[in-house]
């Protein structure tokens, strides 16, 4: 089995602790509510939102990918850490076992975010992903979720 890892980091116009909260703990809420047009649903459906919890995210039809399950690793609110893996989804499902997600969310001096991710990719046998699309696909869409959020705060500043 090979392993990939990448790296990103994403700025964000929102307080650390309050990208945290969104991104990490109210994400069942928060992104069907923010993302309806790529979220139908995010619902925990095993555990009670700490880590070992599983959670299934349903996509809109149409998407290339219709469902996700994660399996939150660990939560450290106190340091705004949090991780999550990608355990069962219904694409790559021949070619990687799962991929792990750690995020660390920290301060800017303009009073926003740097969202800082950490992607382990666990590659099944002699399967073979493109590294570059990897990174160029799931890190805009996860730019693109980031820029959604924070577009949410800023219309919406005391939510």
């Known amino acids: 089995m090979g392993v ?8 964000v116009a929102v307080a650390p602790a309050k990208l945290f909260k969104a991104y990490c703990l109210e994400i ?6 923010i993302l309806p047009e790529h979220i139908k649903s995010s619902k925990i459906i095993e555990g009670n939102g700490g880590p070992g919890t599983i959670r299934k995210i349903t996509f809109a ?11 939150i690793e660990a939560i450290d609110e106190e340091n705004l850490n949090y991780s999550f893996s990608l355990i069962e989804a219904n694409v790559w499902k021949d070619a990687v076992e799962k991929v792990t997600y750690e995020h660390k969310f920290v301060p800017t001096p303009e009073g926003g975010s740097i969202c800082k991710r950490t992607s382990t990719y ?10 570059d699309q990897i990174k160029d696909v799931y890190g805009k869409k996860t730019a693109g979720l980031l820029k959604a959020v924070e577009a949410y705060f800023l219309a919406n500043p005391d939510a």
């Not at 039809?61 to 399996?71: N, P, R, V």
């Open 4 to 11: 990939i890892t990448l790296e990103n980091e994403f700025a």
């Open 28 to 33: 069942d809420t928060l992104l069907p509510k």
């Open 61 to 71: 039809e149409g998407k290339e990918l219709s469902y996700a399950k994660q399996k």
């Open 122 to 131: 666990y590659i099944k046998g002699d399967a073979e992903i493109n590294k």
